[in-house]
Structure formats: C-alpha cells, structure tokens
C-alpha cells in the first residue's frame, strides 16, 4: 500500500488530526469559496471521483478521531442546490447522520462508539446554497469517538458503509499508538484491523 509520504511519524499524524479538529479553518474555510474551491481537497481526496471517498483515522486506545471525505453524489443522490423537498430532506437527513453516528464501530457485536464532537462542512451548505463551480461538491466530516472497547484489538466495522453503500470504495489510512496503515473498504468489506 502507498503511504503518504506527509505521515513520518504517528505523532505527526496524531498532531495533524488535533490540528484539523481544533483549528478546522485551518483545514476549509466556510466563508472564502474561491479558497475553499482551491485547497478544500489537502487532507483528503485528491480527484474526487464519484463512488469513492476517503477516511483519515487516528486511534489511542479506546478512542479515535475521523476525516471523511466524500463527493456528495455518494452520500445524497446530486451536487448541487436542492431543488425540491425530497432532495432538501436528504441534505438535512445526511448532515443530521454526519452529527449525531459514529462513522465507525469497534468489530465486536456488542461493543459501541459514542460520538463526542462533529463537523460537517460542504459547499452545499451555504447559505446560498451554491455548488462549486466545477458542479462538484463534497462533505467532509470530522468526528472524535469513545468507545467501549480498544478499536485496535477487535478489529473495526466502518457502518458508514452500510449507511450510504454508493460508497463503492472507502481509502482508508489510519495510524494508531503501535503503527499506521491503509486499507481499502467496501460495503461487502466494511470490517478492517488497524494493526
Ligand atoms: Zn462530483
């Protein structure tokens, strides 16, 4: 698997998910489009290509903070505006989703993360309600998750995937207290070891 080269250590990584989750203008800008438009894609996707999406993972221990990257289309049907009630109404159910369940769950069946903070960002969610000008949008999601057991032991289940399965293929790159690795998931394979 590639690793980026930007990960030289798990401290580094640990540092740049806090970073992101404390400063997250750091990372997008809500109100600077052109600037969003430009450099909203840095930790995440690179091209955004419709059926993937992309998860940078940090883990200590019972906790883990999240950055999902996804095209839109994946999570919403479309990339633009909502034009009517329904399209309105799976905007909102999708960012009610990003807000209130974790992206992840410890592997056991009866174990469980709960999640302590979130962040949606999207361009869709301005209130202009203005797509980007490519045609493209995004959601980027930021979490930070308790769990009741070491996610990495057991082994972890990404239930976003069986929330939104138009996520055909989920990049995975994660680091945790004893090393860094990438997988890649689907929604016939949501489950992975980070170790
Ligand atoms: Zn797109």
């Given at each position: 698997?590639?690793?980026?080269?930007r990960?030289?250590?798990?401290?580094?990584i640990?540092?740049?998910?806090?970073?992101?989750l404390?400063?997250?203008?750091?990372?997008?800008?809500?109100?600077?489009?052109?600037?969003?438009?430009?450099?909203?894609?840095?930790?995440?996707?690179?091209a955004?290509?419709?059926?993937?999406?992309?998860?940078q993972?940090?883990?200590?221990?019972?906790r883990?903070?999240?950055?999902?990257?996804t095209?839109a289309?994946?999570?919403?049907g479309f990339?633009?505006?909502?034009?009517?009630e329904?399209?309105?109404?799976?905007l909102?159910?999708?960012?009610?989703?990003?807000?209130?369940?974790?992206?992840?769950?410890?592997?056991q069946?009866?174990?469980?993360?709960?999640?302590?903070?979130?962040?949606?960002?999207?361009?869709?969610?301005?209130?202009?309600?203005?797509a980007?000008?490519?045609?493209h949008?995004?959601?980027?999601?930021?979490?930070?998750?308790?769990?009741?057991?070491?996610?990495?032991?057991g082994?972890?289940?990404?239930?976003?995937?069986?929330?939104?399965?138009?996520i055909e293929r989920?990049r995975?790159?994660?680091?945790s207290?004893d090393?860094?690795?990438a997988?890649?998931?689907?929604?016939?394979?949501?489950?992975?070891?980070a170790?």
């Amino acid at each position: 698997m590639k690793r980026n080269p930007r990960w030289r250590t798990d401290r580094v990584i640990m540092m740049t998910l806090a970073t992101v989750l404390a400063f997250p203008a750091l990372a997008h800008n809500d109100h600077d489009h052109d600037h969003e438009h430009d450099h909203g894609h840095e930790h995440g996707l690179g091209a955004h290509v419709h059926g993937e999406a992309m998860m940078q993972l940090g883990i200590e221990g019972h906790r883990a903070e999240i950055i999902l990257d996804t095209p839109a289309v994946n999570i919403i049907g479309f990339e633009r505006p909502p034009r009517n009630e329904e399209e309105e109404a799976a905007l909102e159910s999708a960012v009610e989703y990003f807000r209130n369940e974790p992206l992840l769950e410890p592997g056991q069946e009866a174990e469980r993360c709960q999640l302590e903070n979130a962040r949606v960002q999207s361009a869709l969610l301005h209130e202009e309600g203005k797509a980007p000008d490519d045609g493209h949008a995004e959601f980027s999601v930021t979490q930070e998750l308790s769990c009741t057991a070491s996610l990495a032991e057991g082994g972890i289940r990404a239930v976003v995937l069986d929330a939104y399965p138009d996520i055909e293929r989920l990049r995975l790159e994660w680091v945790s207290d004893d090393g860094q690795g990438a997988s890649e998931l689907t929604p016939a394979q949501p489950v992975f070891q980070a170790r």
